[in-house]
């Protein structure tokens, strides 16, 4: 199966609250790790990533999280908006290979 | 929007038909891929191409067929397929090959096989 997976499916959060999305990944050789957002009707676009010599990556309104010891990377976003009701998908690269390794996705919902 | 458009957006086939997905990437990148996301299920890796040279075929059945003339355009022919390959069909692109480039995704084609 997958190496790379989510602990829950669905997070609703309320408008202008923070939202954590989490990650589990099984692969301790995966030194690169991105999150997409899918929203509705469109393809997964690139949020943010992380390589593994870092813990924490901050971009605009969105942090990362990599938790090497446990094998565990988050998604942090603050002020939540109705825009950012979409799916996100964490994602590994496969070590030795060329491949990007999908997780299962975490469907977003932001009430307002 | 991404630079990757792919078309048609939407397509309904019957299981005898032959149709073609096609996917047109203006960023310039080398390499191109072909991923199947079915619901409650990740994305599946079907095809890749590096320098319009297949580079992978992801135990995908003969009934999918890709063609890609260059390293800008890439195809999907569809033949005799069944009705649990309705899914939504998406095609990326990226600078180079490796699990370490950035995907650049179209909006994808939503098949229904009837």
């Known amino acids: 199966g997958e190496s790379v997976g989510l602990h829950l499916p669905t997070l609703s959060v309320q408008e202008g609250d923070n939202s954590i999305i989490n990650c589990a990944y099984s692969n301790s050789a995966s030194d690169y790790f991105i999150w997409y957002k899918q929203e509705s009707g469109k393809g997964p676009q690139f949020i943010i990533d992380i390589r593994s010599n870092m813990d924490k990556r901050q971009g605009q309104r969105v942090t990362v999280l990599l938790n090497k010891t446990v094998k565990h990377l988050s998604l942090q976003i603050a002020a939540t908006q109705p825009g950012d009701s979409a799916v996100y998908f964490c994602?590994?690269?496969?070590?030795?290979?060329?491949?990007?390794?999908f997780g299962a996705g975490t469907r977003l919902f932001v009430k307002a | 929007e991404t630079g990757v458009t792919q078309t048609p957006r939407h397509l309904v086939m019957g299981m005898t038909n032959k149709k073609s997905l096609k996917c047109e990437q203006h960023?310039?990148?080398?390499?191109m891929y072909w991923y199947k996301q079915s619901a409650k299920k990740p994305l599946e890796l079907m095809f890749v191409y590096n320098f319009k040279e297949q580079t992978e075929n992801n135990s995908v059945p003969s009934r999918f067929s890709p063609e890609c003339p260059n390293s800008s355009h890439l195809f999907l022919h569809l033949h005799t397929l069944q009705p649990e390959d309705s899914a939504l069909y998406l095609c990326?692109?990226?600078?180079?090959?490796?699990?370490?480039?950035?995907?650049?995704f179209g909006s994808g084609t939503q098949l229904s096989v009837l």
């Open positions: 994602a590994e690269n496969e070590p030795g290979g060329f491949k990007t390794i």
């Open positions: 990326a692109s990226s600078q180079g090959l490796g699990g370490k480039e950035k995907l650049f």
């Open positions: 960023l310039g990148h080398n390499a």
